[in-house]
């Protein structure tokens, strides 16, 4: 007797009639339904041929900022640097109570939509540690139903931050108070070597964040070179390190934008270099997209980094929500898909083998950059995975599709009707066939 059986899946690598046996928190066959047919279980989910996949991970958020949109103004500009303004004047208005309720309210969202797995750089920039505190607080409290992992993020640089001398209580530096998050359970080491005053300083905030994960035996995921300046090469002093520290397949290169402006030949050296060091990109196509050229007449760049590019090099490129509803963005609803959406258009990845890597990109890889064990839809894995109203990866992604079930360690946490539209037209079906099999 299983837990739960989800009856006749399609799965992302396009076996179909498969049928899915869960015991306890873990699956314990996928097998065609021929040969599970005769087994019961507690529950039984009928998938009816849609695609069942495992659940969708975020490799790059702000949870400590989500939902704040509005607070304590709009962002008029909608530039990055009035976001970055916008933050510096709601942070001395935030209480932890409030930025837990957000981070919650954002979290129902995300497993609503099969979201279970969110890595959130959190600002370390703050004598207070507020945002540290509470999404610790919020990491514990969803636990049972979403895996929430901390990057330390010294926002407002950690050579460039100045602690206030006149006040004793606000005198630790910005390594100082990244290193007590880090002491109080942070998981992931950050930072932000593009907003360091010079390229020096850039250089030198890399070497140390290194060094202060690789004592501690943790991974590093930083904003680096987010910017369209073509000369902006941190990602190259992340990958020496990574390589110097042995750090390989533990670090991370987030947005990586300036890539996207940099001269050809000098990336025909960078790309290898960071496939040697075993280091992931994380593009944020939504963020980038609208961010970055904003200094640009005719013609605007995109300002996404070279993401085919890097996956040919066998770089791990996952694809990351960054923002939603906050100083920086005002869209977005924890919907990867529609992040996946952006990515491949923006990259022009509309091969088949281009759109089947963008599902993958806010899926399998990700995972693999966070580290999360036993994910997957294999004998032995975890139970977590998310049913599609969609037949396969593509068309999941070309949908939106619904959520139709969200299944978490073996128990459904959320559930959708299918996505329909009742037509009213002489001569024409009573309802729209999104799926379109003809
Ligand atoms: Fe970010």
Redesign the pocket.
Known sequence: MFDLIVRNATLPDGRTGIDVAVRGERIEAVEPHAVLAGAAAGRELDAAGMLLAPPFVDA???MDATLSLGLPRLNQSGTLLEGIALWGELKPHLTQEAIVERALAYCDMAVARGLLAIRS?VDTSDPRLLAVDALLEVRRRVAPYLDLQLVA?PQDGVLRYEPRRDDPSCSLSALQLLERALDRGVDVVGGIPHFERTMEDGRESVRLLCEIAAARGLRVDM?CD?SDDPMSRHIETLAYHARRLGLQGRVAG??LTSMHSMDNYYVSKLIPLIAEAGVAAIA?PL?NITLQGRHDTYPKRRGMTRVPELMAAGVPVAF?H??VMDPWYPMGSGDMLEVASMGLQVAQMTGQAGMRAAFDAVTTTPARILGLEGYGLEAGCRADMVLLQAGHPVEAIRLRAARLAVVRRGRVIAEQRPATATLHLEGRPGTVDFLHRG
């Open positions: 790059h958020f702000h750089h993020f904003h987010e987030s947005h944020n963020i990351g960054d923002c």
